[in-house]
């Protein structure tokens, strides 16, 4: 059994939805860490969505928290890890047009 670790980004997060990651076919996936960086000078509120691979099920993992301008939001890590199931997607959308960076570190278990 194979565990690779990775790194996914992604860069001027906005209003769209938009996909950070997407578990591979055949991988469970663990998230062990993700930052989200408000690249503004305003407050924004940014949300992560869970999206199931294997039903239409979208659901929020954070919705709308409040990042700071100019800094740095961790919601996974110190402990906490979640998992992802093979074909699931990581999301991530903000309520300011290109004003998010997201950072996912993942384990990979094939």
């Not at 690779?4 to 578990?23: C, E, H, Q, W």
Request: no cysteine.
């Amino acid at each position: 059994m194979a565990t690779n670790f990775k790194n996914a980004l992604i860069k001027d997060v906005g209003t769209v939805r938009v996909p950070v990651y997407v578990s591979p076919p055949s991988t469970k996936t663990t998230i062990i860490g993700l930052s989200m960086a408000n690249v503004t000078s305003s407050v924004v509120a940014g949300s992560l969505l869970i999206g199931s691979g294997t039903d239409s099920v979208v659901a929020y993992l954070i919705k709308e928290v409040a990042v700071a301008p100019n800094s740095t939001l961790k919601p996974i890590g110190k402990g906490e890890k979640i998992v992802l199931q093979p074909g699931d997607t990581l999301f991530a959308e903000s309520d300011t047009a290109d004003s998010l960076d997201v950072v996912v570190s993942t384990v990979e278990i094939v």
